[in-house]
């Protein structure tokens, strides 16, 4: 079974910004936002480290968060936090967009036998 270390990484950097936000200027809709988001791109990356072709979440995901944190960084111009979680969202739905137009022995696992 191949694990999808980049989507855990993801979740654990949008998860952990979410709380940090919060600690550094006790913004709660940053602690909601990440604490969600961060959650939902960790159950994807599950579904992607069991099954490849289990993306969907992932992707949806990644690509909204990526079109709002462009939206806040188009509006506010601030490379943190808005900035670079925008250009790491974009990477991420790219990286699971070819999981849907291009599947390959690449991106491929293995499902776990019960």
Same mark, same amino acid.
Do not use: W
């Given at each position: 079974?191949?694990?999808?270390?980049?989507?855990?990484?993801?979740?654990?950097?949008?998860?952990?910004?979410?709380? @940090?936000?919060?600690? %550094?200027?006790?913004?709660?809709?940053? $602690? =909601?936002?990440?604490? /969600?988001?961060? !959650? &939902?791109?960790?159950?994807?990356?599950?579904?992607?480290?069991?099954?490849?072709?289990?993306?969907?979440?992932?992707?949806?995901?990644?690509?909204?968060?990526?079109?709002?944190?462009?939206?806040?960084? @188009?509006?506010?111009? %601030?490379?943190?936090?808005?900035?670079? $979680? =925008?250009?790491?969202? /974009?990477?991420? !739905? &790219?990286?699971?967009?070819?999981?849907?137009?291009?599947?390959?022995?690449?991106?491929?696992?293995?499902?776990?036998?019960?």
């Amino acid at each position: 079974m191949a694990v999808d270390h980049y989507g855990i990484m993801y979740a654990v950097l949008v998860g952990s910004g979410g709380a @940090y936000g919060y600690m %550094k200027s006790g913004s709660v809709p940053s $602690l =909601a936002a990440g604490l /969600i988001f961060g !959650t &939902l791109l960790g159950v994807g990356a599950f579904q992607v480290s069991r099954n490849a072709e289990n993306y969907q979440l992932s992707l949806g995901t990644s690509a909204l968060l990526g079109s709002l944190m462009g939206y806040r960084f @188009y509006n506010t111009g %601030k490379i943190m936090p808005a900035g670079l $979680l =925008a250009g790491i969202s /974009i990477a991420m !739905t &790219l990286r699971y967009g070819a999981m849907a137009f291009f599947p390959s022995k690449e991106f491929k696992t293995e499902s776990i036998k019960n």
